[in-house]
């Protein structure tokens, strides 16, 4: 009786150390973002949304520049055709680095004034990236929209001269890693272009990190 007693006593404490130390295994696993059911949920790392920073912003100022500016000659001769606003529908893809793509579509609404050759031209349009690809390191990250960012963007014209766009990203996209690590993000960012410079400013949040990005276009 005592012996049995005894082994009662010590199998019940083995399952209470058994069932804390699992606990504890939980609990750090939740700290360290890897589900107990073996996914991993890891946060994309800082040089990670860098690099999806710095390269949707690329994408999205080679596709607003192929537009041009407010188009002065196209403004016939006479006072009454001597100022206009378009409005025109758009859709534009562009491939992603490493395979898929990316897709711009919406409105653009350029103002000119041919007596002074000033204007502006403004977008309102949304991204949505298919499986949209891109390399860091030979870690492919593919960004598929979720369902999409809007973008909205501003330029002026003065005497002929274009002035710095300005343009806002809001939005989310899904992400995955070649390593097997997936996740979602929310994008809240602007972005400011300076052609005399041709400079790219990017600033705000994306994946829930700061960005401050500063990239010069040597081309173009």
Do not use: Y
């Not at 058994?18 to 040089?47: E, R, V, W």
């Not at 809007?150 to 809001?170: E, F, H």
């Not at 070649?178 to 052609?195: F, K, L, R």
């Amino acid at each position: 009786m005592h012996d049995g007693t005894l082994d009662i006593g010590t199998d019940a404490m083995q399952r209470k150390l058994l069932t804390s130390t699992a606990m504890l295994l939980a609990l750090a696993a939740c700290d360290k973002g890897i589900t107990t059911s073996g996914g991993t949920q890891d946060q994309l790392s800082q040089s990670d949304v860098q690099v999806l920073a710095g390269e949707s912003g690329d994408q999205d100022g080679a596709i607003l520049d192929g537009f041009g500016g407010p188009s002065f000659s196209m403004a016939p001769d006479g006072p009454a055709m001597a100022s206009s606003t378009v409005t025109t529908t758009f859709t534009r893809t562009r491939t992603c680095p490493q395979g898929g793509d990316v897709k711009l579509e919406g409105t653009v609404v350029r103002t000119w004034d041919r007596s002074t050759s000033s204007g502006s031209i403004s977008f309102d349009a949304t991204r949505t990236e298919e499986a949209c690809a891109f390399n860091r390191n030979g870690v492919t990250i593919t960004v598929t929209g979720n369902p999409n960012t809007k973008l909205t963007a501003n330029q002026s014209v003065t005497n002929g001269t274009p002035g710095i766009r300005t343009a806002t990203k809001k939005g989310s996209f899904t992400w995955t890693k070649s390593n097997g690590a997936s996740g979602s993000c929310t994008v809240d960012v602007t972005h400011t272009w300076d052609p005399a410079t041709k400079t790219l400013h990017i600033t705000g949040k994306l994946c829930n990190q700061t960005v401050d990005i500063t990239r010069t276009w040597t081309q173009g």
